[in-house]
């Protein structure tokens, strides 16, 4: 469980605690000093909620007592082998409106399969790389030994990195004067640049005025000017069709 769902436990059990234990103490006295039947039954239920929540707060902080201690001498004395994250499960707990997720992290470096489990609120793909460490004797044992926190904040700092290079790349593209169709995870993205070839009169045409003509006068205008620059020489035939298969996907068009 994460600190801070620990935390408020924590509070949530002590604040039952701090209104349960007077009201019991009160209640007690006044049946103990008047021996009235009225009492007894309000006086039994604050002594059960007292005793409950005592119950419910020792136990839960001698569990976290034991798991931190186990954790410890794990990540002083256990085998620590890579893993990766194999599975991620949405409990029913929030933590400052986010929900707390259960991870599962596997390692098979030894051949054996090795899992540790974390609870955290922030997000991670599965796949992620982490390390776990174990109990040799007892392989059953295990925690992760990664920071979960900054762990996804590495992964997100990664993913921008390499957002921020495609459109740079996309940038770089433009300046030296190409079509390009950048594949990334999802649909491509099509980009328009100045474009220059040359004709076979060696003159350079550009082509970024019959993008935006295609954008204000349609596919079949935009084609039809491309076949008059082919009609005049200044375009090859494989130039010609290889622009026709930008537009096409540029208008949502068959290839023609």
């Known amino acids: 469980m994460p600190r801070s769902a620990r935390l408020v436990l924590a509070v949530v059990l002590f604040v039952q605690l701090a209104w349960s234990v007077p009201l019991a103490v009160v209640f007690g006295n006044e049946y ?16 059960v909620f007292v005793v409950g929540f005592l119950a419910a707060t020792v136990t839960l902080l001698l569990s976290w007592l034991l798991a931190g201690r186990r954790r410890k001498r794990l990540l002083a004395t256990g085998s620590r082998v890579p893993a990766l994250l194999v599975d991620v499960a949405y409990t029913h707990t929030r933590v400052k409106r986010r929900t707390v997720r259960k991870l599962t992290f596997e390692s098979r470096a030894t051949g054996t399969p090795v899992r ?48 921020q290079a495609r459109i740079d790349e996309m940038f770089r593209h433009q300046r030296g004067g190409s079509w390009t169709t950048f594949e990334q995870d999802g649909p491509s993205v099509f980009t328009t640049s100045t474009v220059t ?19 204000g006068q349609g596919f079949g205008t935009a084609l039809d000017q491309l076949r008059a620059m082919v009609a005049d020489g200044r375009l090859s035939q494989q130039q010609f069709d290889a622009i026709a298969r930008q537009f096409s996907g540029l208008f949502d068009e068959p290839g023609r």
Not at 41 to 47: E, N
Not at 200 to 215: C, E, I, N, R
């Open 116 to 163: 540790a489990e974390a609870h955290t609120t922030v997000d991670l793909p599965e796949g992620t790389p982490a390390t776990i460490a174990y109990d040799l004797a007892d392989p059953t044992k295990a925690v992760v030994v990664d920071d979960l926190t900054a762990l996804a904040a590495d992964l997100a700092g990664r993913a921008e990195r390499q957002r």
């Open 32 to 47: 103990l000093a008047t021996r009235e039947a009225d009492l007894l039954v309000p006086s039994a239920i604050f002594a």
């Open 197 to 215: 070839v040359s004709g076979a009169d060696g003159l350079p045409v550009d082509l970024t005025s019959h993008v935006k003509d295609a954008a």
